[in-house]
T-cell receptor, first 116, second 113 residues
């Protein structure tokens, strides 16, 4: 079935530094990828929709200059958390929709970001 | 936009009993309704899904029902086992390829042995 590989699974960084999270679709082409953030004991909240070759669409309240999304190819989307602060600590999850499988969404395994 | 409500937020059942989780959605254009199981520290795993042209779908101990008129869908787990303990999320999405899933707030299911 469709697989999305997400890396790293865990990362600890210092305040003020930047962290890049990668999501790759391994066996299908992902025209669109979705980035979610999940705080402890809460649901997945959509941050942005990433479209290959164009600018990402951000949800209200999500700072696009802080959460940089690049979707340069049909198999790779990246999320860079810039100038990270402790409040950015969260679980970040990507998802892609396999256009070849009607309605199917596949999720990455998530990245636990801790900013110290 | 779409809004998905999920109830209950927590659910405890005895092993072997059934568990039911209910969700409602607001956008009549939504036509895909998956259910995910999430274990601690992991990404959500699809357990079953249903499309709007179907009223019920079953996969072994898991079933989902959909009422399009009332805009609600439910997850039914029968003969629950301790390994069913996890957080379950319902979600809804429309037909377009760039339509994201909108999630409910989740239900923490505890199966007591």
């Amino acid at each position: 079935g469709a697989v999305v590989s997400q890396h790293p699974s865990r990362v600890i960084c210092k305040s003020g530094t930047s962290v890049k999270i990668e999501c790759r679709s391994l066996d299908f082409q992902a025209t669109t990828m979705f980035w979610y953030r999940q705080f402890p004991k809460q649901s997945l909240m959509l941050m942005a929709t990433s479209n290959e070759g164009s600018k990402a669409t951000y949800e209200q309240g999500v700072e696009k200059d802080k959460f940089l999304i690049n979707h340069a190819s049909l198999t790779l989307s990246t999320l860079t958390v810039t100038s990270a602060h402790p409040e950015d600590s969260s679980f970040y999850i990507c998802s892609a929709r396999d256009q070849g499988k009607y309605y199917g969404y596949t999720f990455g395994s998530g990245t636990r970001l801790t900013v110290v | 936009g779409e809004n998905v409500e999920q109830h209950p937020s927590t659910l405890s059942v005895q092993e072997g009993d059934s568990a039911v989780i209910k969700c409602t959605y607001s956008d009549s254009a939504s036509n895909y309704f998956p259910w995910y199981k999430q274990e601690l520290g992991k990404g959500p795993q699809l357990i079953i899904d249903i499309r709007s042209n179907v009223g019920e779908k079953k996969d072994q101990r898991i079933a989902v029902t959909l009422n399009k008129t009332a805009k609600h869908f439910s997850l039914h787990i029968t003969e629950t086992q301790p390994e069913d303990s996890a957080v379950y999320f319902c979600a809804a999405a429309g037909n377009s390829g760039n339509t994201p899933l909108v999630f409910g707030k989740g239900t923490r299911l505890s199966v007591i042995a």
